[in-house]
């Protein structure tokens, strides 16, 4: 298969999105670690270079985000191209999931028994309004809990670190989820 690569700047100066012609993931991966990125070889790759600080993998896109003493223009046509050959050459770009091990529920998908209508109407709006916008960006929200009145999200992909996530993630994302639920009383990055 012939694939195309382009990319386009996100509102996050350090991360650029890499847009794909075919889907390459049924999942959304965000690896900021080059020690973790055994899933996806692709994202190894790209995190070899020292000037590669995360990789986040979407449907069709891949934004990655980079050291600051790096500009965009030295580095963006050879990695569309690297990415284009990696796929070419039947390189894996996320490997299966491993078998699910013991979740710790300290934080992670936490929600009490009167909240689960809250939580299914929070991930409504986050997968239905806000994630089909933040993702032209390069960027995902992934919904971590609901306690005491308070939503817990992570910013992932050009969201994370974004000068604008904090304007975002309050005057966006708060305002909207206020609207069809009034109870919740913040939103807060994790």
Request: hydrophobic share 35%; proline share 5%.
């Amino acid at each position: 298969m012939k694939y195309q690569v382009t990319y386009e700047s996100t509102p996050n100066p350090q991360s650029l999105k890499f847009i794909l012609n075919t889907p390459i993931c049924n999942e959304t991966l965000e690896i900021t670690d080059r020690n973790k990125a055994s899933r996806s070889p692709l994202a190894a790759k790209i995190l070899g270079f020292p000037w590669a600080k995360s990789v986040f993998l979407g449907e069709n896109f891949i934004t990655i985000t980079k050291e600051e003493w790096l500009e965009w223009d030295m580095i963006s046509d050879p990695l569309a191209q690297m990415i284009k050959e990696h796929l070419e050459k039947g390189g894996e770009v996320l490997l299966a999931k491993p078998e699910k091990k013991e979740m710790d529920h300290s934080m992670k998908n936490s929600t009490t028994e009167e909240s689960s209508e809250t939580v299914k109407k929070i991930k409504e709006i986050l997968e239905k309004e806000i994630q089909p916008a933040v993702a032209m960006d390069g960027g995902y929200i992934e919904f971590v809990s609901y306690e005491n009145k308070k939503v817990y999200l992570s910013l992932q992909g050009a969201c994370s670190g974004c000068p604008s996530s904090s304007y975002t993630l309050k005057e966006g994302i708060e305002s909207r989820l206020k609207q069809d639920i009034p109870e919740i009383s913040e939103v807060v990055s994790v």
